[in-house]
């Protein structure tokens, strides 16, 4: 939530290693507040600069061409945007977007980057932008406001995630994925939630998308399920002791990653590309993310012991081209 008043923001332009751009200080936009200073300093790589602006600006941009973007400053002639590779672009026209609860990540995207193939075909980049639009519209009409950190088909690196819903100061970060390689059969759905070791509100969002979840597919029958023997909610550390996944290390938002199931099961990818699957699966994450927003109720499925896993470094970055964005 924006707090009323003055708003800080603090633009790290290191950790991006973007490209810099200079706002002049005639290009700000006036004081809205009595009492609010607006400032500005050139944009250095090599500092951090702080900019002080009035409230309720905006946190993120939709381009007119459909791609949300991180809104670092704006001016009265538009907006400074993060790009969706991680540079920093000036864009005058798009939707602004001032308050966001909710950051839903659809894994993956691009040509290079589309996760896992089923043996029917199916790509995961695709079933995870498929749900992340299914569960916003879900959230969207219970008046839960969401932001996908992708909405096609391009490659968007992991930071440049985190950092959507960073500077959106988004109450939770929810990165949607399914699952490879096949483990053994199992009675029960494989789901798995990888959530962040320091954050007990990252464990509760977890918790609660795992409870949902399961819930929601183990009323299914006439599935063959897939599972691992440590399925359930989990903390997951490379061989430093660190959370190995990017969307768990990297956000400073309450982040959880939900492998909903198996997608190169030949059995659960034919139910991935049904009707039915879309709507208990966004439902089951949208209740979840509700719950998680408007109670206390702690969620499911904790894994004790953590999983010892290094993952692959995501190839987004090495193959990232940035898409337009107006
Ligand atoms: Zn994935």
């Not at 483990?183 to 609660?208: H, I």
């Not at 819930?215 to 063959?224: H, K, M, N, R, T």
Request: with cysteine; charged share 20%; hydrophobic share 40%.
């Amino acid at each position: 939530m924006l707090r009323l008043g003055t708003v800080l923001i603090v633009v790290s332009m290191v950790v991006l290693g973007a490209a810099v751009a200079t706002i002049d200080d005639d290009e700000l936009l006036p004081p809205q507040t009595s009492g609010t200073t607006t400032t500005s300093t050139p944009l250095d790589p090599s500092t951090t600069t702080t900019i002080t602006v009035a409230a309720d600006p905006a946190v993120a941009l939709v381009t007119e061409t459909g791609v949300v973007v991180a809104v670092r400053d704006q001016t009265r002639r538009g907006y400074l945007v993060t790009t969706t590779c991680g540079s920093t672009a000036f864009v005058t026209q798009g939707t602004p977007i001032t308050e966001v609860q909710v950051v839903l990540d659809p894994g993956h995207g691009g040509e290079v980057d589309t996760g896992a193939v089923a043996p029917t075909g199916l790509v995961e980049r695709d079933i995870n932008l498929d749900l992340a639009l299914a569960t916003q519209k879900i959230l969207e009409e219970r008046g839960i406001s969401t932001l996908l950190t992708r909405t096609g088909n391009y490659t968007v690196p992991l930071g440049v995630r985190a950092h959507i819903a960073d500077n959106a100061n988004a109450q939770a970060l929810v990165s949607i994925h399914h699952n490879a390689p096949v483990p053994g059969v199992s009675e029960r759905p494989g789901t798995e939630v990888f959530v962040q070791t320091d954050s007990d509100d990252s464990q509760r969002l977890g918790g609660l998308l795992y409870e949902h979840t399961f819930e929601a597919l183990i009323g299914v029958e006439s599935v063959v399920w897939h599972a691992a023997p440590d399925a359930g909610v989990l903390r997951v550390h490379n061989s430093r002791g660190e959370d190995t996944y990017g969307m768990i290390r990297l956000p400073e938002t309450p982040s959880a990653l939900i492998e909903v199931l198996y997608i190169n099961s030949r059995e659960e990818a034919e139910f991935l590309e049904t009707a039915r699957y879309l709507s208990l699966a966004a439902t089951a994450l949208a209740d979840a993310i509700e719950a998680y927003l408007r109670t206390d109720n702690p969620g499911s499925g904790f894994v004790e012991e953590p999983r010892r896993f290094t993952a692959q470094v995501s190839v987004a970055d090495a193959v990232c081209e940035d898409v337009p964005l107006g």
